[in-house]
């Protein structure tokens, strides 16, 4: 079980940057840390790899980064932008 | 008590003036009245004398009121431009832009009044071919954007580009003058030539801001966290706006949109130096 997009959401590309587009106009633009956990945690690597990715990548600590990941994650559940598994 | 009929490519409108010289100032912007009265479909009508207050209606309804002839003047041409709205398509956005052609590609200026985009724009003309200001129309499935005619409004600290003497080549006429301000009816190049139904690729959309204070020209790339509100701010059509700006980006990816931000002081600097700035980044891309 792992997060994917939900319905009518796409990933656009603009400048280097990831920009998650849903139809019905929710928009949410994605700095290098927001993709990398992204990209994790839709790969199926969940919350921890997403957390493992982030502290290879960037200095910080283990406690932040899962701090900061879960929320951005929850975030985008919120705007119904993505949804674990089969919701 | 004047009247006269503007047409546009969707509706006519019959101008009905108390003031005389506003009437004319119109009439010259726009050119004279047309066979088109038969075509008239919405009635503005405009009261107020010299330095007495204006009011606007529009078919029968007060617009504003209690206005300054400069305020009457730009009440009318924001109906003028909320008419220009109605009419597009659902796939096709109405951007508060200006654009030039630079060899086969758009680059518009899009930004509040005030931003510098007009003043930006007919320096930047001089590197290509003025294809118009006030409202781009861009076709999110293409990508491809085209002006109608419109007037608008020239600040008195770019006024002087539009004195024959000494104006842009791309700029022909200046027609009217409302008090400090002045109405411009642009004879585009496109519609000289006669391609004024023609639609470009849209390649750059560059936000300005004029800061007369800077001294000095910066170019950067849009952060993309500014993306959403500065589109949303131009942006305007049928769907709502956070529709819209969802399709924007979607067309932005697929059409490698570039988006760049200028602060400048110096209008012709800033054209040179956004002009090699984009040469450059063409180049890189070609490649």
């Known amino acids: 079980m792992n997060y994917e997009l939900c319905e009518g959401v796409t990933i656009e590309h603009i400048d280097g940057h990831n920009v998650l587009v849903a139809e019905k106009g929710d928009v949410a633009v994605l700095n290098r840390t927001a993709s990398c956990i992204l990209d994790n945690v839709l790969d199926d690597g969940g919350i921890e790899n997403a957390v493992k ?24 559940a919120e705007k119904k932008l993505i949804k674990f598994g089969s919701e | 008590m004047r009247t006269i009929i503007i047409p546009f490519t969707n509706s006519a409108f019959r101008l009905i003036f108390e003031d005389c010289t506003l009437a004319d100032n119109f009439a010259a912007t726009f050119g004279p009245a047309s066979p ?31 206005l300054s002839r400069d305020e009457a003047a730009y009440s009318v041409s924001r109906v003028f431009g909320d008419d220009i709205c ?9 951007m508060h832009a200006a654009s030039v052609l630079i060899d086969d590609t758009v680059v518009s200026f899009s930004g509040a009044s005030g931003s510098g985009k007009t003043t930006l724009s007919l320096f930047f003309s001089e590197y290509g071919s003025y294809v118009g200001d006030e409202y781009a129309f861009l076709d999110m499935e293409t990508g491809r954007l085209w002006h109608e005619q419109h007037p608008f409004q020239l600040k008195e600290s770019n006024a002087a580009l539009f004195i024959p003497d000494i104006a842009s080549p791309a700029v022909l006429a200046v027609q009217g ?80 949109l ?22 450059k980044y063409t180049g890189e891309t070609k490649r």
């Open chain 1, 53 to 76: 990715s982030v502290l290879d990548k960037y200095s910080t600590d283990g406690d932040t980064a899962r701090a900061d990941a879960e929320e951005f994650i929850a975030g985008l």
């Open chain 2, 86 to 94: 109605s009419h597009v398509s659902a796939s096709v956005c109405v």
């Open chain 2, 177 to 256: 003058e409302f008090g400090r301000a002045y109405y411009a009816s642009l004879a585009f190049t496109n519609r000289k030539n006669a391609k004024h139904t023609e639609r470009f690729k849209l390649g750059v959309l560059v936000f300005p801001r004029f800061d007369p204070g800077y001294g000095q020209t910066v170019i950067n790339n849009l952060p993309m966290s500014k993306l959403p509100d500065v589109v949303l701010q131009s942006l305007m059509g049928q769907a709502p706006p956070s529709l819209l700006l969802g399709r924007f980006i979607k067309m932005a990816a697929r059409e490698r």
């Open chain 2, 36 to 66: 088109y009265e038969e075509r008239s479909d919405r009635i503005i009508e405009i009261t107020g004398k010299g330095n007495m207050p204006y009011s606007v209606r529009l078919d029968g309804k007060t617009v504003r009121d209690g």
């Open chain 2, 258 to 279: 570039k988006f760049l931000e200028i602060r400048f002081s110096d209008g012709a600097g800033a054209a040179e130096k956004l002009y090699a700035h984009i040469q």
